[in-house]
């Protein structure tokens, strides 16, 4: 039991108030202390953060977000690759030793569409799997309070039924071209559910589905699926083109989210979730990729020709999350429509050819 003094009003009569001190004992359950203290949402603003990523496409969102929320900038740390390579263990020891922080959101991540899986599935397993038993490890060590860990849809098996449910996550195996990567991000939540069981680490898991914004990586071998469809659009119509060429056959179906949503989501996990319960970010809206490529061909101004080239994968046969979760645990929901979000992204795009020409070729 744990005992708390609970001050009386002042009496009605004389407006008095009696001694404090003396005037009365409540005694609550540790238990109910306890669940009580779970409910209530860590103030981020009151935390050093490091946010690996943090200078990324999502985490420079993450990052402003977090100073929107109070978190004062001197408290925010973004760890460069060319300073701590977090897939060797003793950078992620120097990290925690340097900066100190209370909460980590780990967003970095060696990823890339369909091409740079094709080519790199050990890499990536090794990469992404190597920072995440890093940080965890030392998280623990250093008695960190809370570890946010950005999964992947990719985790997710290969004919998982429509929509996507974390219930489904451990119902197969994920689709084979990013496999490596998929299983790698998800063996980071068993950690994190291990660690908490073990020694009381407080983790986070979060599953945004396919992201894109402004800032996106628009290299057409290793970006995923708008970046570059909206690059191919406008260099089409930039050097006249009659025709552009799209991988597969267009018929897999994708999700996607606006990356302002995606870190609005992360933040509100990392502040309601103390437990690594896995939690979809996603719309619930779902098109075919040939669909999407005729709104980015129509948003842009491409009129010309679109030719399949079927010797090419398509990935994963569809992608649609169920979102109830998010919007129960984090009352979170996207709030950016996709054609708004497109055409946000377009034109970031064009301000930047139109900065520095080169970049388009």
């Known amino acids: ?64 977000k977090l100073k929107a929320r109070g978190c004062p900038p001197g408290n925010i740390f973004i760890p460069r690759r060319s300073h701590y390579d977090l897939t060797h263990e003793d950078a992620a020891k120097r990290l925690y030793a340097d900066f100190k922080p209370s909460v980590v959101m780990h967003l970095a991540a060696e990823v890339g569409g369909i091409g740079a899986n094709l080519d790199n599935p050990g890499r990536f397993f090794f990469a992404n799997m190597a920072m995440a038993m890093h940080l965890i490890e030392h998280a623990r060590l250093n008695k960190l309070e809370k570890f946010v860990q950005v999964g992947t849809i990719c985790s997710y098996p290969k004919f998982t039924p429509v929509p996507f449910k974390e219930d489904d996550l451990w119902n197969g195996y994920p689709e084979e071209t990013n496999a490596p990567y998929g299983v790698a991000k998800k063996a980071a939540m068993v950690m994190l559910d291990g660690y908490r069981r073990q020694y009381g680490l407080k983790g986070v898991y979060v599953l945004p589905v396919n992201l894109y914004g402004p800032h996106d990586n628009f290299d057409l071998h290793s970006s995923h699926v708008i970046p570059a469809l909206i690059r191919k659009c406008i260099a089409a119509i930039d050097q006249g083109d009659d025709h552009m060429v799209c991988w597969g056959t267009g018929k897999v179906s994708r999700e996607f989210l606006y990356v302002d949503d995606a870190a609005e989501g992360i933040l509100r996990a990392a502040e309601m979730m103390d437990e690594p319960t896995p939690v979809n970010l996603g719309t619930g809206m779902e098109i075919t990729i040939k669909d999407l490529v005729e709104l980015i061909a129509r948003l842009t101004g491409f009129k010309g020709q679109i030719r399949w080239d079927s010797t090419k994968p398509d990935g994963q046969p569809r992608r649609c999350l169920d979102t109830q979760r998010a919007k129960k645990l984090l009352h979170w929901q ?12 377009i034109d970031w795009w064009r301000t930047e050819i139109a900065k520095s020409p080169a970049i388009a070729k």
């Open 334 to 345: 996207a709030e950016v429509g996709f054609e708004e979000g497109l055409k946000r992204t």
């Open 1 to 64: 039991m744990r005992r708390f003094i609970v001050n009386d009003p002042a009496t009605p009569e004389t407006g008095a108030r009696t001694n404090t001190r003396l005037s009365r004992i409540v005694f609550v359950p540790i238990g109910v202390l306890r669940r009580f203290l779970r409910l209530m949402p860590t103030d981020l603003a009151r935390h050093r953060v490091v946010v690996t990523g943090g200078a990324g496409f999502l985490g420079r969102v993450v990052v402003e």
